[in-house]
T-cell receptor, first 114, second 113 residues
């Protein structure tokens, strides 16, 4: 079945550092790919998405490019802030034609220190 | 404001006492889903519904029931809760199950003693 693998962390960085969170996936079809963010005590919010190969999703300074050849969707940000501290989830949607919605990675806890 | 609401946000109960967690969305979404979030396991889907009166099992359905009598509501029912159902629960909705982002509720933290 479909699966998503991401680094689990915690990942600790200093403010203004460059961020990369790796995400790779396994899917039988052509999935859409998503990054969700969960701030402490809150639900998940969509951060960005890409629906086909070579698409780049971007939002709030974060970017991720859908790489079909490497089955990857790595999240990057050039200069992180303390307010970016959160848990980040990579997810894919319905690659194989089934009806079960999103498949999530286990989440990466990001801690940004001032 | 477009949103998914869940109630209650926090619940402590005892083994075997039936409970219902409500979920409602105001976006006219067809697809709704329940997930549980556990440390080290990420989010796992419990049940989903593709439309009114259409529900199906996700990855971890044991011990749960759902119903979808109206488009906006998708309650999660625990007939006889057990301690292994202590978890953080999220309801989500989207236009369809395919290629559309899901909108999540704020979560319900359930403790079963």
């Amino acid at each position: 079945g479909d699966s998503v693998t991401q680094m689990e962390g915690p990942v600790t960085l200093s403010e203004e550092a460059f961020l990369t969170i790796n995400c790779t996936y396994t899917a039988t079809g052509y999935p859409s790919l998503f990054w969700y963010v969960q701030y402490p005590g809150e639900g998940l919010q969509l951060l960005l998405k890409a629906t086909k190969a070579d698409d780049k999703g971007s939002n709030k300074g974060f970017e991720a490019t859908y790489r079909k050849e490497t089955t990857s969707f790595h999240l990057e940000k050039g200069s992180v802030q303390v307010s970016d501290s959160a848990v980040y989830f990579c997810a894919l949607s319905d690659a194989g034609g089934g009806a079960d919605g999103l498949t999530f990675g286990k989440g990466t806890h990001l801690i940004i220190q001032p | 404001e477009a949103q998914v609401t869940q109630n209650p946000r926090y619940l402590i109960t005892v083994t075997g006492k039936k409970l219902t967690v409500t979920c409602s969305q105001n976006m006219n979404h067809e697809y709704m889903s329940w997930y549980r979030q556990d440390p080290g396991l990420g989010l796992r889907q419990i049940y989903y519904s593709m439309n009114v009166e259409v529900t199906d099992k996700g990855d971890v359905p044991e011990g749960y029931k759902v119903s979808r009598k109206e488009k906006r509501n998708f309650p999660l029912i625990l007939e006889s809760p057990s301690p292994n159902q202590t978890s953080l629960y999220f309801c989500a909705s989207s236009w369809s199950h395919r290629h559309h982002e899901q909108y999540f509720g704020p979560g319900t933290r359930l403790t079963v003693t």
